[in-house]
């Protein structure tokens, strides 16, 4: 017969060894921290894109559906590359050919660039000699390819994580309904089946994000295209691609789409940079008071600085990529707590 002293020996000693074992579990978790980002920045993008799989393979053609399971994946992922391969093609191969012929150019070339310099403001109260430009811009060229050079160490596990997060997402997207399934069979029946809901629930969220975050990327590359064309600023379908496709990585994106505009504008014209930084100011104040916040709310529907808290939190926590899946993650925690707290807490 069990006393109550043996008992509460006991619950202390269960109580010792969880104890333990959580701060083993945690501490294994913060040394692996960068491999289970990378495999939740997976599977979250795996869930984003599972509508996209679902509508692929619900196409008929014929009466039958030639695209289902893994050719769905397929036709996704070849229909991605194709359109960026088709957009490198045409948008960057203006800027490949400069490239190139600046570096094939000759310092007899340079005064056109010193005269295009002396428009600069005030610059004129500098005398340039060409050759010595030329030199210098040869020299800077010269170095950053050395630090390019340099740092192809980083680069290439950058490159890796890239590929790595591809490769899961790609396993997440044709294995992810046997793995959820898997996980869910640790629950209760009656947990389960709960968790199931809300879970699918915070999925159709995901997805509503992902539609309302392909529609600013595309407004601000169409919006930018049309605008560079009107200032006749050159690489501008280059220009309007990078500006829509950054437009994913929050605020550091639309910085760099900034600064790249701007030195590709001042190139040719100073007045063409001062419309280029108009245009950047106006259509991001009206991107971030009114077109997002309106945009997300009805896909997502946090508020606007529940968004913005959830940004910095993910950029703070796991850099761009954090950031990139900082929103739907706060679409699944507030569907969670909707869920476990704030229902549960209101029941009778």
Known sequence: MTTKDSAKTYNLRGDIVFTFALALVAYIAWQLRDLLILFYVSALFAVVLRPIVDATGNIHIRGRQPFQGPIAILVLVLAVMGVLAALGVVTFTPVIHDLQAFGTSNSAQAPNLVDKIKTIPYIDRYHLDPNVVYAQLKGLATQ?????????????????????????????????????????????????????????????????????????????????????????????????????????????????????????????????????????????????????????????????????????????????????????????IAVLLKEYMILQYNEP
């Not at 980083?154 to 046997?178: K, M, S």
Request: proline share 3%; charged share 10%.
């Open 144 to 332: 950053t390819a050395s630090k390019a050079i340099a740092s192809l160490s980083d680069l290439a596990a950058v490159i890796a994580n890239i590929i790595a997060c591809f490769v899961l997402t790609l396993y997440f997207l044709v294995e992810g309904d046997e793995t959820y399934q898997w996980c869910l069979a640790f629950f209760p029946l009656h947990v389960r089946v709960r968790l199931d809901l809300t879970l699918r629930h915070a999925g159709v969220g995901m997805g509503k994000w992902l539609v309302g975050q392909l529609t600013l990327m595309a407004l601000i590359g169409l919006t930018s295209t049309t605008v560079f064309l009107l200032l006749d600023v050159r690489y501008a379908y280059a220009l309007g691609v990078v500006t829509g496709l950054l437009n994913l990585v929050p605020v550091l994106g639309a910085v760099i789409s900034l600064v790249l505009a701007v030195v590709v504008a001042g190139l040719d014209s100073w007045g063409r940079v001062v419309g280029v930084i108009i245009f950047f100011v106006v259509y991001l104040e009206i991107e971030n008071s009114f077109l997002a916040p309106r945009i997300m709310k009805s896909r997502v529907g946090l508020p606007s600085l529940a968004v913005f808290i959830a940004l910095l939190v993910g950029f703070e926590l796991a850099g761009i990529p954090g950031a990139m899946v900082a929103v739907p993650t706060a679409v699944l």
